[in-house]
Each structure stands twice: as structure tokens, then as C-alpha cells.
């Protein structure tokens, strides 16, 4: 990205009022009408999380909105740091639920960036193939709830059809569908079975079947276009001042893309085109999603056709459990296996962030480690926290019908941005 | 380093200001799924859940299950380690002597608390001695009450005997008193 | 014997017999099964199998069950009033919807007259305005609903109702006009006779060939004045839940919705008869030695069939386009098909008198 | 909508990533008395810097036309309490600050320690609009006073929680007292927003 | 005005019908009502409700315009039906009738009456 193109937000534009819990709109004097206000959420058909938006309208047009959030709040911090390291990785697929995947590898790759260790080839491949299957589930299920609230249901069920492929390619290499518990500090906890990456070309296929059968059935659709065209616009300057990532970003036009800005894993040798918008209004980051789509079954199909044959575990005696030959076998393998299972792992001293392209957007992971068996402290960046701070910015001055149009197209998920 | 950037197509003609093409192309997908579906069923992906099962994977972590050495005895030798790793605290273990010194410890207690459990796998994986599968394929367990969530050693135990002529049968596992001593609270806490 | 005949021939008798019929045993019960069968055919766009799980033992009927379930479960909920709804608008406003849907009916002819007698329960002579103005009524059920339930999600759907549903009714009218023309009469009897004939012999002269634009005007404002997706803002499920009738429970809910219903039913049979011949069989006038009850019998089916036709139609309508924001639903009726009905109303007439 | 991506495709140079001392090196220029120590551990730039300086120090490396670090990404804070650690910190508190540039491509992390006893710091909100919340939530989560923020409530947590659950001296298996519903009716009608 | 009665008996047949139902669920559904039921739905929140609410509604403009137009068009249905014996000259005063109403549409245009503020 060129310098030049991008200027620092001026001070007039950081003025308190677009603050969000700022914003308290005083009725119009020359009226006998008042501010309505209204409560969208917690309990209420649109809110896919749980959040609460108190709004404030003037006939239909939003003039005020407050967002207010924790209802879902659990304390993965406060678990984490009183959990063992290993203990942490059930919790992430909790995060964001609809991308597992991708919050477990973006956890362990800040422990192994801790323990300063590479993992093998071969199970690095394996978490390009699985964490672009997630990040597929991740849009589908985001552009389908988003068009369902515009109308879509029947597009809505095809992509949660599709969606269900996925998921069973998740079971069958992890053994659960959201709750995937897969990666593990230095490699993964199982490779792929016989035949998968077969099957997974097969259900690739399906599946965008159904992205372009959804997509003549909705993106081109005058009624949907009207209904997402110029929402929600948020400059590019401001975008990046609100600390959007991911595809909310790339929507306004900004190709800020981790998996090429920070590369990790092997997506260097990998070759796919990050989408980008114009405006960045609900539209552009609903085509952004989509064509991120495709970019992601290509990019498994490249990823399938170069993943090496090899180990999926690093043999490191401190980083994983030793193998089952030895610990049924050898009194040495069951002292080390006992070992780690009651000691868990020891991290060196030091602090490390590893940011990865969750499917929303930047997924940081900040750990703090004293040498010891847990952590001090373990961090998540979430990407939606940033999004629903936006909102009252994103919908001021639309009607009350495109709140969902906008929230819908941010893609918040409750568990991740109340952690 | 050198990336490629696909704009996203968002141009607008005349086809979507009339409003009718869109809809006629959404029609004709539609209509083409109701027409397959109505006359054979071809593209339903629903299944009748009692009735229909769909298959799991060989993976599947489901309910747990306590295996049996060839004898018919427990595998599992009380050392802990599931209980450790665990991150939900939902096992809870008491060790004991077996009378037969072949047998070294035994769990006189092995309690899942199944409502707890958040199904990671993690103690399959501390298992030293294969003793703690999560292979049943169970995919709902559904009970009325909180009680019926708690899984006692008996409950857990492997239903196949791999050997007829077994050297302990079922009665020879020592019991708790009664149910209600067996289980643990919901916060995987022994009953005083 | 005698006394039941003369009875029968009384004029009043048969007009109660005919709505007794025209509404218990063709719009409700069609209206009802469309309940069922909007969930099924839905299922079938969306690749699922719908319900099929309402049973008598072991007999489940293919779903059929699920009207009954439905019914039996509106009748034993419980009936709220929120605090501080206007009880009397409260009650009244559901009378007001089903009322204006099934008033639709009084007009339709569902098979051609034998001699006097008319299988149409009345049939006066402004026709189609005066059923207009009896159904504009409707527009009450939904404000009076919005209105009084002192919910302000209910308040949003039921000023959206009216505005929409006062501005279709122009485009409503307005569309016809050239049916009007066409068929030189506002009566409903005269414009199906009308579309009897053939041109050459072949093409039957239904409405939607005379007056294609007028159909296409005229089926997308009825929708929208039967508050159906896509124009369902009214009803806005995603932004203001339920609309107007959010708090509504019971059997006072089902009457909202029964209403919606029957007014799928009206729409349909309300296009079958004035665009696509009504109860005329095309080219059966070649057959002439059929008999009169034949004839007849084949006249309420082509019009049974065609209704049916167009309630399957507006679901999957339904189920493929997404909805219109509120004001794009108003911009469409005033800036689009508003021009486009004028300019259909004015090529009409040109051609007309040019060929006359 | 399927097109020929050859057509729409364009290339872009990012500008190489620059030796990320510049920044320290800034900083140290700038304001040397500002600096604690620096750090690189696992490739991550670290400043550790004195709070008073948080603000001009920010400002700094949004606007350097050497740094220009447009995007905030994450605010933090750790708890040091009874913990033994060689990360050198003297406080018990160290507010974490997590900058990226996108037009130079670099990350930097800033530290600032908070003492317990004194638990504030200046805030940044008028820098990036991004700050507000993570600030509102390193508050909630720690107690932690941003001097001048323009909301600074509890976020994830509702308002009568008592005692900031982060700290390490909060058992993480302490009950809040249960709300009577008084209390909650209260809120919704004459609540903080009005 | 003989076969004006069916549709009032239709309209009281639908009323009546729509009264059954009402009288079915008072009669049959429990009342178990408590004051948190009673609340108007307001995403799980206490509300005040509507009352006292003033809030714009911002069709007054579209209503006169419905107005308007409503009139307007039952003036031309007449037309509409004798259009083959009015000929040229009633198409000719017709048109200059729509002519003055697309008119006042294009002005309502331009004012921004049909933009929904």
C-alpha cells in the first residue's frame, strides 16, 4: 500500500460527539415531536449476538445510538490465566464460534511463537486447508444471516446447507463440529484420514455450487442492492482510525490483509488475489465476503496439491505428548508423558503477540508468561469489538430498517467480542 | 512484498433497474429446487432425526466410556492424569486397592459429571493406559433431570466383555453405598 | 319438499348460501391449507423437508395434521392485553383485517350463470371500485392494531401500514384503467365475458395479453396491499419483530394471520379472474354439444386451478426475493409505478380510439 | 459474479518494511526522557515508556511521517501481582499498547507501567477512535483511571459489579451479590444514558 | 340497491367470524396473567410504551398526495368505460387531464413531497 494514499485523520473528524456512549440527541426545537427511543436487542430477532443498541429516532431515521455490550460475557481471560496453557485451546473454539479453527491455530501459534519453535511442514499445510475451511464456514454463515435479515431466508438455508459440508469435514479430522479442539503447541493433535483431501475437493465443489446459486439468486437482485447500497459507509481513513481489519476494511478499499502483510504459516507460497471495495458500505463488504469465498477454495485447492507427506507434530519432548508406542512401551516415555500431563507446558519468560486473519477481521493473541505452567495473561484482540463500537457511526442518519442491514454485514459474534 | 488486489464487481445496469430479470434468475433457482424437491426429493439435505441417524465420523468425541483389559477388568489404574488435564474439572477420581496385587489401584470412584464436560478430548490424550475412550458415537444425551448427567464408574464402563471366561465379573467391582455418595456436585467437588 | 324449493328460490336464501359457500368451503379452507402450505413448498425451495410430525398415533397425514395442531395450539394460548393498550381498539382491530379479506369474495365469479342464476354472490354494477373501497378498510386492522398496543415496535408497523397501504391503493386503481377500457365496463361479469372470446380463434383475449403492463402493476400492488413479502416492511420481522401485531396472542393472533391467508386467496382469485379469464376455459366453445353441467364443473376448476396456481405463486415470490426498505417501497409505488400505470392508462386509450 | 480476474486484477508494491529501531530511535530523540527500556523479544518491538509520556509519544507515532501508525489495534493491561518475571517492569500495573502502521508496515508495542497505589494514566482517545472502548474495558477489567477519557463506565461488566475481576487478587471464583430487581427497573427507566 | 346486501351480509359473515375466534380465545385460553407479561415488548427492556409519545410520522405529505391523486383517478374511470364512444375528442380532453395530474406529479417530485424524510 503506498503512503501517500493514506492520510491521518484530521482532528475535526475524532470530535467527541461520534464517541460512541456520546451520543444523547436533544429533541428538535422547532417540533412538538420527540425522540423516540427504542431498544434493539438483547431480546430481539435481528441481534445474532447478544448486544443491546439503544436507539434513538426521529421518525424513522436513527439520530442517536448507544451500544452496549457484555451480555455474553464469560471471562476467557480470567480462566485462561487460572488454566494451564493446554487447557486454554477448548476455550478458544468458543471465541469465535462460527471459525473455530482459526482461533485455535491462532492460539497456538502465539505459544509456539513463545516457545520460539516451527512446526512441521506438512501440518502447517494442514492448517492453511483447515483454517480456509473455517473461514469459508465463517462468510457463509455471515452473508447468510445478513441476507436473511434483508429477506433472504431462502439463501439463508442454502448457505447453512452448504456450511454443513464444511462442517463435516471438520468432524471428520477433529472429531467435533464447533468444538473442534484440534491444534496443539507444535503441530496439530491429528492429521488428515485416508481419502479426506479427496472428499474435501468433492464438498469444495458443492459448495460453490451453492456460493453461485446464492449468488445470482441475491447480489443481483435490485431489491437486495437497494437494500445495501451506500449503508453504513465508513471512510477509509476513519475505517483504519476505528481499528477495522479484515474484510470491513478491505471493503473500504484498503488491501490490508494479514495473511500477506504478516505472513505466517505458508501462505507466502500460496498464490490468491485479496478482493477490495470502493465505498465500504454493507454491499461492498458483502461482495468482499464473497469473493473471499472463492479465494479461499482456491486457495485449498493449491494448498491440497502441495501439502508434503511428514510428521504433524514437532518431536520436541517439552512441546507435545510423547508417542503412545513409547508411553505404553517405555518407563522413560511414561515419565516424560506423565510429566508433561501433570506439569504442562513451561514457556520461556517473555511476551509475544501473534496476529493471524481471523474470519472477521485481525485476531490478536497477547501472552504474557513468568516461565511457569500457566499464564499471566492471555489476551484475545477481538476484531467485532472495534465493529459494534463503530455502529452508531456506521447507522447514523439511515432508518431504523438498516440497522440490520448493517449489522448483519459487520458480522458480530457474541463470543468473541464479550470473550 | 508483491500482492494481488481483485476489485469486487458492483456495477449496476439497466437488467437491475428493471427489477424483473434479478427476480426472474432467482425464480428460476428457486423453482428448480421446489420442482426437484416436490417430484423426488432430489436435493433434501434434512434428516428425521429419532428415526434417521446421521452417520458420525470415526473421531466423533462423544460420551466417554471406561474400557476393560482382557480379564473383563477396568483398564484404568486411578493415576490422575485425566483428572488433571482436564479444563472443565468435570472427572473426579478415588483410588483404592485392588485385593489382587496384579491389579495395583483401581478406581473405586470415576465420576463424569457430562453436564460440565465441554467434550475436548484432552483426557483421551493424558490416558496412559487407553482406559478412557470417547468412541461411543452418543450424540444427544438428553435427560430430565441434573442427577442423570452424572455418570458413575458402573454407567461408564464398557458394556463389551472381550473375553467369555473373564477373570472378575461386574460384582466384583467394589460399590459405592448408593448413587447419591457416587456422584460428585456440579462442581466436580467430592459430597462431604 | 315443496316448501324447501321455494325457500331455496328466495333471493336472500341464495345469496347466504352462495357466501355461506364462496367462504366456508372455498376461501377459509384454501386459506387454511395455505398455512400448511406455505411451510411446506418453503421447505422444498430451501432443500427441507417441512413439517410432518403432527400425529394421531402413528398416522401423521403428511403434515395435514399440522392445521389442526396449529388451531388447537391458537386456541389454548393465552389471550394478552398489554398495560395500557386501548382494550375496545385492541379487539377491534383484527375484525377490521378479516373483514376486508374476505370481502374480496363477494364479487368473484367462480363459474359461468346458467340462465339467471349467477355463480357469483353479487354482482354490481361499479364492481371492482366499490370492492376497493370495502377492502381500503383493511388499512383499519393494521392501524387500529399498531395504534392501541402500546408497544412502540407495534406503533412502527402500523403507521408503516397505512402509508403503504393507502399509496398501493392508488397504483391499484390506477392499473385497472386499462382493463377498464379494454373491456368497456367496470363490471366484474362483463370483463370475464369479455375474455371468453379468441383472437383468431386461438389466443384466448385474457387479460394479462390485452394488458400486460396493467398486469404487472396491478399483481405487484395488490401484494404490496396485502402487506406480503417483498413489501412486508408493515411486518418488518428482522427490525420491528412482529409489526403491528407483535402483541397479539391467541386466536386473536390467528385471525391476523388467517386473514393474510385468505387475502393470498383474494389476491389470486382477484388476478385469475380479471388477467387470466376468470372461470373461461379457452377454446371450449369448440366443444359444443357438451353438456351444461360439465361445462360448469370445467369452468370451477380452470378457476380453482388458476387460484391455486397464483397462491403457489406469491409463496415462492415470497421465498425468493428479499424484502424492500419501508421508503423504498414508497419510492417504488410513487416514482415507478405510478408513471408507468399513467403511461399504461394513455398508450391504452390511444390504441383504443385508433382502432375504433 | 464470475469475470476475468486478469482484467480486474492489479498489482500493489507495499513499501519494504523499514528497520523498526527507527521508531525507538524516534523516540529516544524525541523524548529521552520518556523511555524506560526497549526490547525485542520473538521479532516483537517493545518501548517501555513512562505513563506522563503516553499521550505525546502517541501522537508522535501517528503523525512521524517515519512511523505513521494509523491503526490502534489493542489495549491491555497486566496484572504483576506475585508473579516473578524478568520482563523488567517495576510497577504492579503495565498498561499494553499494540500499534500498527499500515503505509510503512511495523508493529510496536508499548508499556507503561501503573502503579497501584496511584492507578491512573492519561488517555489517548483523542488519537484513534478505536481507544474509547478498549480503554472503557481496561478500566472495567482493572481499575485502571484513563485521565480524560469522556465515558470512562464499565463495558462488560454491568454497573453494580463490585471489584475489577482481571486483577490478580479477585478470586476467580468470587459471587457478586445478587441485584434486586429495584435496582435494575431503575436503571432501564432513569438509566445512565438520559 | 338490492345487491348491495350480500356484501353486507359478507362483511358481517367476516366480522362475525373474526368475533368467533376473538370470544374462542377469551373463553378458552388460561389466564395466568402476571405484570411482567402485561409489559409491551420492547427487546426484554421496561418500556413506558406510546403513551405520550409524539413521534413524526413524516407522511403528511404523502397523504395529500394520495389524496389528490385518489380523487383524480375516479374522475377518469367514467372515461375509461365510454372511451369507445367518446372517441378522439373525449381521448383528447382526457390526456390534457392526465397531462395537468403528471404534471403535479413532477412538481411533488421536484419539491422532494415523495421523499421520505
Partial sequence: MNASELTTISAEELKPVHLPGAIIPAPPEDSDTSIMRIEIGPAHPAMHGIVRLTTYLDGEQIVGMVPEIGYLHRGFEKESENSKWIQVIPYTDRLNYVSPVLNNIGYSMAVEKLFGVEIPRRAQFARVIMGEISRITDHLTCLAACAMEVGGFTFFLWFIKAREYLYELLEQVTGGRVTINWTRFGGNSTDFPDGFLKEVEVRLEKVREVIEEGDQLVTRNKIFIDRMKNIGVLSKEKAISYGFTGPLLRACGVPYDIRRADPHLVYDELDFEIPIGEVGDSYDRFLVRMEEMRQSISIIEQAIDKIPYGPVMTRERYLGYPDKKEVYGSIEGLIDHFKMVMEGHHPPAGEVYQPIEGGNGELGFYLVSDGSGDPVKCRVRPPCFNYVQAMPELALGHYVADIIAIFGSINMIGGELDR | ?192 | MQLVLEFLALPFVQDVLKILFILLLFAMPLGTFMTLMERKWSAAVQDRIGPNRANIGSYRGRGLLHIAADALKSIFKEDLIPKGADKFLYTIAPFFSFMSAVAVFAIIPIAGPIGDFKFQVTDVEPGLLFIFAITSLGVYGAVLAGASSNSKFALFGGTRASAQMISYEVFLGLSLMGLFMVYGSTQVSAIVEGQGEHWFGLIPKWGVFTQPLGFVVFFTALIAETKRAPFDAPEGESEIVAGYFVEYSGMRWSSFMLAEYIAIVGVAALITTLFFGGYQVPWLYHWESAPQWLVTLLQFGKFASFTFIFCWFQIQIRWTVPKFRFDQTMALGWKKLLPVALLNTVVTAIIIVALA | MPEESSASTESTEASEPIETSVVINLVQQEYPAAMLTTHRHRGDETIALKREFIQPVCRLLRDHPDCRFEMFVDLTAVDYLLIETDLQQTERFEVVYHLRSLSKDHRIRLKCPVPEDDCQIPSIHMLWHAVNWYERECYDMYGIHFEGHPNLTRILMYEQFQGHPLRKDYPVDKQQPLLELNDVEERYHYGRFE | MREYLPILIMILVGIGLAGVFTAISILFGPKLSTETKQTPFESGFLTQGTEGQRYDVKFFMTALVFLVFDVEVVFLYPWAVQIRELHWPGLIAALFFIGVLVLGLVYDWKKGALEWE
Fill in chain 2, 1 to 192: 512484498m508483491k500482492f494481488k488486489v481483485k476489485k469486487v464487481d458492483r456495477s449496476e445496469g439497466l437488467k437491475e433497474a428493471l427489477y424483473i430479470p434479478g427476480i426472474a434468475v432467482g425464480l428460476k433457482h428457486t423453482m428448480r429446487h421446489f420442482f426437484r424437491n416436490i417430484v423426488g426429493k432430489k436435493d433434501v439435505v434434512t434428516i428425521q432425526y429419532p428415526e434417521e441417524e446421521r452417520p458420525v465420523s470415526q473421531r466423533w468425541r462423544g460420551r466417554h466410556r471406561l474400557t476393560r483389559r482382557d480379564d473383563g477388568f477396568l483398564k484404568c489404574v486411578a493415576c490422575y492424569m485425566c483428572e488433571t488435564v482436564c479444563p472443565a474439572k468435570c472427572i473426579h477420581i478415588e483410588a483404592g486397592e485392588h485385593p489382587d496385587f496384579s491389579v495395583e489401584k483401581y478406581p473405586v470412584r470415576f465420576d463424569i459429571d457430562e453436564l460440565r464436560c465441554v467434550f475436548c478430548g484432552l483426557c483421551v490424550e493424558a490416558c496412559p493406559k487407553q482406559a478412557i475412550r470417547m468412541d461411543t458415537g452418543v450424540i444427544g444425551m438428553a435427560y430430565h433431570s441434573r442427577e442423570s448427567f452424572n455418570f458413575t464408574r458402573d454407567l461408564l464402563r464398557d458394556a463389551y466383555t472381550p473375553n467369555e471366561k473373564t477373570k472378575y465379573t461386574d460384582a466384583d467391582l467394589p460399590k459405592p453405598p448408593d448413587q447419591q455418595s457416587a456422584l460428585p456436585n456440579s462442581r466436580g467437588i467430592p459430597a462431604p
